[in-house]
């Protein structure tokens, strides 16, 4: 008898969840538990191009949600125990205005924040970008738990049903953005919408809360700031800055991986091709060639092997370095992560596949590859933010599979030839001479901070220091010594390639604000 009056009130309790009103209160969870992940995935996107796609900004965005998850569950709770005045409503209301807020915003938070140096202005960005809407966000929760709890036995089975719908929210709204929203809208127009969604589930809670609001009409400004500001944003108030009258950006694109942009400087004579903060391609606007010194000696290759037919390119760019080999007689698969990217090559670059041309993530690509080649040129890293997963003993054993006995594996790297960061380059001459026994190194430039040229392979690489070719002549005079001293293996287990080399990074993106122009890190 006890037992059948027991299911029968967990019966009744599951019936009172199901309500109309807690059902409301239920999906407004919903929403604000996939806002968060929305938020903290969208702050990516936004800080990122200022200060790379690293794991100092996943990290800022992480404690910055952590920090803002921790007050909004707190002041939440203690607001709507001593403060009934204070609805549901009016914070999503705060939650949509602080959200609108964020793309006016941002050039001026990151302007402001760069002085503190990657780490900190990464993470003081993330702060004062999203701590305010992801706290009261946050606080939704204990809102809703306290106007969904009736007694004492709804207590454990309204807040378990809070929590799980909350997180059920996150993970929807995770998979929905990185699969559909994000390469379908941007991250500008997914911010606006999702401000607007939340001023539309305000307006439904203070109509279902009609009581609450007897004579409150000064919400109503707020409503209409909240609206407006998302209806300004679909007239294109809140879109980037302009660049200043040397950069005319040609195209602009945002892939899943970064936002792209073609751009001519005609003070400098050259095009560029951009992906955040980093430079993948310059091109001479005169001449259409290559403006990156260590492509020109990259495509040079040919005088170590003169026999060789075929290469394989893995990280595109503009394709310099593919038409560069053509025009040497080798023809040359292609691999990039960004379609957006490749794309580029092709409209912009005057890029021709001379071989197969693969879209897709190097790691995955490679492994299906089948056949072999005289030449791999591992051209993924530009100095700023990089894909440091692709510099890992497991990586380049995968390379080395494709790679003919006598063929040759070339990979360019930027670093230093003393002081702090040397450890990268030694780590990277390490790892790679671990997977292939005879490595040359080459600098483009004799200063401190240049472009190492490495070259590996499986047999040795000999230079004629009496041959006449010029670029003979350049290899034998730039030939490099490098130590392995102070460097460590690299590998998939352990890789902390961003840590060691964070003054490069700094230095890159100094130089990119210099000479580029800091317009082009905002998105």
């Not at 209409?224 to 800055?241: I, R, W």
């Not at 930027?414 to 040359?440: D, H, I, M, Q």
Request: aromatic fraction near 8%.
């Amino acid at each position: 008898m006890a037992k059948k009056h027991s299911t029968q009130r967990h019966v009744a309790q599951h019936a009172r969840l199901l309500t109309p009103g807690k059902s409301l209160l239920l999906t407004t969870v919903t929403l604000s538990g996939g806002a968060v992940m929305i938020l903290e995935l969208l702050g990516t996107r936004i800080i990122a191009p200022y200060y790379g796609a690293s794991l100092y900004v996943w990290s800022a965005l992480i404690a910055v949600t952590m920090i803002a998850l921790a007050l909004g569950y707190y002041l939440g709770g203690y607001l709507a125990d001593r403060y009934p005045k204070l609805r549901l409503a009016h914070v999503l209301m705060f939650a949509a205005l602080a959200t609108s807020v964020i793309p006016f915003s941002s050039a001026t938070v990151l302007h402001l924040t760069n002085a503190l140096g990657m780490r900190g202005g990464a993470f003081c960005s993330a702060l004062l970008l999203f701590g305010l809407p992801l706290t009261a966000l946050a606080m939704v929760g204990p809102f809703v738990i306290k106007l969904a709890t009736e007694t004492l036995e709804d207590v454990g089975s309204t807040v378990g049903a809070v929590y799980a719908i909350s997180t059920v929210g996150s993970v929807v709204a995770t998979l929905l953005l990185g699969f559909v929203l994000l390469p379908w809208l941007g991250t500008r127009s997914i911010i606006f919408s999702l401000a607007l969604i939340l001023v539309l589930m305000a307006v439904v809670l203070m109509w279902r809360d009609r009581q609450g609001f007897p004579a409150n009409r000064g919400v109503m400004p707020v409503i209409f700031l909240g609206l407006l500001s998302s209806l300004l944003s679909v007239k294109g108030y809140a879109s980037p800055e302009k660049t200043n009258a040397t950069m005319r950006v040609l195209h602009q694109a945002e892939s899943i991986y970064g936002w792209v942009r073609v751009v001519d400087n005609q003070t400098s004579d050259a095009r560029l091709l951009l992906s955040d903060a980093s430079v993948l391609s310059a091109m001479s606007l005169s001449s259409g060639q290559t403006l990156l010194h260590y492509q020109t000696i990259i495509a040079s290759l040919p005088v170590l092997r003169p026999a060789a037919s075929d290469a394989l390119l893995v990280g595109l760019g503009g394709g310099h370095i593919a038409r560069e080999l053509k025009a040497k007689g080798l023809a040359t698969d292609t691999i990039e992560i960004d379609p957006v990217v490749a794309q580029a090559s092709l409209d912009y670059f005057g890029f021709k596949p001379t071989g197969e041309f693969i879209v897709g993530d190097a790691r995955y690509e490679v492994k299906k590859l089948n056949k072999q080649y005289d030449f791999i040129i591992h051209d993924c890293f530009t100095g700023g933010s990089e894909p440091t997963h692709l510099l890992t003993v497991e990586m380049l054993s995968d390379l080395r599979r494709l790679l003919k006995q006598d063929g040759i594996l070339a990979l360019n790297y930027v670093g230093f030839t003393r002081g702090e960061g040397t450890e990268a380059v030694a780590s990277v001459y390490k790892t790679l001479k671990s997977v292939l026994p005879n490595v040359k190194v080459f600098i483009t430039e004799k200063t401190e901070m240049t472009d190492f040229i490495m070259l590996a392979s499986n047999s040795a690489i000999e230079l004629d220091a009496n041959s006449r070719d010029q670029r003979s002549q350049w290899l034998t005079d730039h030939q490099y010594a490098l130590s392995e001293q102070g460097g460590i293996l690299i590998t998939d287990d352990y890789n902390p390639m961003e840590s060691m080399q964070l003054r490069k990074a700094e230095a890159y993106r100094d130089i990119f604000l210099k000479r580029v122009a800091p317009e082009l890190l905002l998105i």
